[in-house]
């Protein structure tokens, strides 16, 4: 005899439980393989791929741990070092005393109709090159080429510059001396 109930036509083994069960290991199943997949990934960035040694899971995970932990250390000595370099340059912070401020220097050479200005200073000065270029221009010249370089704690700023018109020039001592005021 069977031992299944027979009702309706139908034998009733209790499909519907069974059926979320089945559900229920395979998504088990799939979640271990996935964690075993992740642990395996996670073992060969840690450790060496050379390494004849079997570790388990958990020697595994306590590796990275302490990779990880002496990662964020490393990282803590590199912002410390960091933050006392940039300190030592602004002098903001800590009372570590800053660098001297640099005395701005200032050269301004003229040759027929042509006029070159040179301006070293220091990396937070209190003018700007457009400044400059407005003080060439309002005494006549026209600028034809302007660059800067930074080197160190100084910027050297180089503007060449010709009269607008050749009959009248530019006055070199005049543009010297408007460029020490906006400077000073």
């Known amino acids: 005899m069977e031992s299944c109930s027979r009702s309706g036509g139908s034998f009733s083994t209790g499909g519907a439980q069974g059926g979320r069960k089945m559900e229920r290991k395979d998504r088990e199943r799939e979640r271990r393989q996935q964690l075993k997949e992740l642990c395996f990934h996670l073992s060969s960035l840690i450790s060496p791929s050379n390494s004849k040694d079997v570790m388990t899971q958990k020697d595994n995970l306590d590796e990275a741990v302490t990779y990880i932990l002496k990662l964020k250390e490393r990282v803590e000595e590199l912002r410390e070092i960091r933050d006392s370099k940039s300190i030592g340059i602004r002098g903001t912070k800590r009372n570590i005393p800053a660098v001297p401020p640099v005395p701005p220097v200032i050269e301004v050479r003229s040759e027929d109709t042509n006029l070159e200005v040179v301006l070293v200073c220091g990396l937070h ?51 010297l001396e408007r460029l020490q005021d906006l400077v000073s």
Do not use: M
């Open 125 to 175: 000065n209190g003018f700007k090159l457009h400044q400059v270029i407005a003080i060439l221009e309002e005494e006549g010249a026209i600028v034809k080429n302007a660059n800067f370089s930074v080197v160190s704690d100084k910027v050297f700023y180089t503007i060449h510059s010709q009269a607008f018109s050749p009959r009248i020039g530019v006055e070199a001592s005049r543009v």
